[in-house]
């Protein structure tokens, strides 16, 4: 056979209306999806899709919402307006809103209002960091250089819970405390429920970062030891601070009630405490460091140590210059803080190994995965 008849025979075996090969036809071009839907997306999937990273942010930004939450609290005791909204859930038995309230002025009825309204976008935050963390897998190796999507975290719902639970209790706390005048008992509950929550919200922030296996000590045990007690000590300090707010004469309300108890007394007690929490800072100071500790721990030390010091200063400021309220403000904000570094720091005490990388692109889900990868076998 020539090279033209070749060439001839390959034609027709090609051509679309001869010989026995049909034509393959074109599949129409994808669609692009509407904006609306690809912001959508955009904006959900921190939430519905979440990742490690995506997951320890919406942690921090509960830790940061109620250590901001609590602050503001601070300042609407510390300017007089406790009383500024004297019912609950409206702000006067006749308006849900801010309105004219006898025995407060519009400023004061206001910073009460306006911080009944940051409750809203703390509520937002617990219920967006829940939902994310029930929608939160595990990521963990398959194979082939791909990351597969396990199991829930109970461990992290948990956790999480306890923030829209804690936004929950404290708004009726909150009810409480405004429809019994400010009563003190009922004020130090609020207080201390708030930082549970913000301790809360800390120990999901690490462990949304870590493995799920058994915590293992990375420090010596005496210094694990200093570390739990420290972590109590602010714990108690936080509640005999409540009782020194209690007593003494920044209520809130001229006419709120106050425990009967002799001021320089309990100040006394809950500076006591304060230099025991100093005594353990500084031989966490000293031993982490010479003992080899982890970095994290070493530089979470550093922190307490710097925060604790600027404390103590600012608490014997207060005092004797008679408790002015911006610096008792300070003193309290500062005070939040060093809670949430200590039981940051605790926490450094210890790991759980690492969390898997989940690279975005990479991730496969469960069911997904080929069952060549998930056989044991294989």
Request: net charge positive; proline share 7%; charged share 10%.
């Amino acid at each position: 056979m020539t090279r033209s008849s070749v060439w001839h025979v390959a034609e027709r075996a090609a051509s679309p209306t001869m010989g026995s090969v049909s034509a393959q036809p074109v599949p129409p071009a994808a669609r692009p999806r509407p904006a609306w839907q690809r912001y959508g997306e955009l904006i959900s999937r921190p939430v519905l899709r979440p990742t490690t990273r995506a997951l320890r942010g919406w942690a921090l930004a509960a830790v940061v919402a109620n250590v901001i939450i609590m602050s503001t609290g601070e300042a609407v005791r510390l300017s007089k307006s406790g009383l500024g909204c004297p019912d609950w859930p409206d702000c006067t038995a006749k308006s849900l809103v801010a309105a004219n309230t006898v025995g407060q002025t519009t400023l004061n009825t206001w910073i009460e209002f306006g911080n009944r309204l940051l409750n809203f976008p703390l509520v937002a935050i617990a219920g967006l960091t829940f939902i994310a963390a029930c929608c939160y897998r595990s990521p963990g190796p398959a194979g082939g250089g791909q990351t597969v999507l396990g199991r829930r975290r109970r461990d992290l719902i948990w956790l999480a819970a306890a923030l829209p639970a804690g936004v929950v209790g404290q708004a009726v706390v909150g009810g409480i405390v405004v429809l019994t005048k400010l009563n003190p008992a009922w004020v130090a509950v609020h207080f201390m429920l708030s930082t549970a929550i913000v301790g809360a919200a800390v120990v999901l922030q690490v462990r949304a970062g870590e493995g799920t296996g058994p915590a293992v000590p990375v420090v010596r045990r005496d210094l694990r030891i200093i570390g739990a007690t420290l972590v109590a000590a602010v714990a108690v300090m936080f509640a005999a601070g409540t009782v020194v707010t209690g007593t003494g004469p920044l209520a809130g309300n001229a006419a709120a009630p106050r425990f009967h108890l002799p001021f320089v007394g309990v100040t006394q007690f809950h500076a006591d405490i304060g230099w025991f929490i100093g005594a353990l800072s500084f031989a966490l100071l000293i031993g982490l460091p010479l003992s080899g500790a982890p970095r994290p721990a070493v530089r979470r030390i550093y922190l307490l140590a710097g925060l604790t010091l600027a404390q103590g200063a600012i608490g014997y400021a207060q005092y004797f210059a008679g408790l002015p309220a911006g610096l008792v403000w300070v003193h309290v904000t500062v005070a939040v803080v060093i809670w949430a570094v200590t039981v940051w720091l605790y926490l450094a005490m210890r790991e759980r190994g690492p969390a898997a990388d989940d690279v975005p692109g990479q991730l496969v889900s469960e069911a997904s995965e080929p069952a060549s990868a998930r056989s044991p076998g294989a």
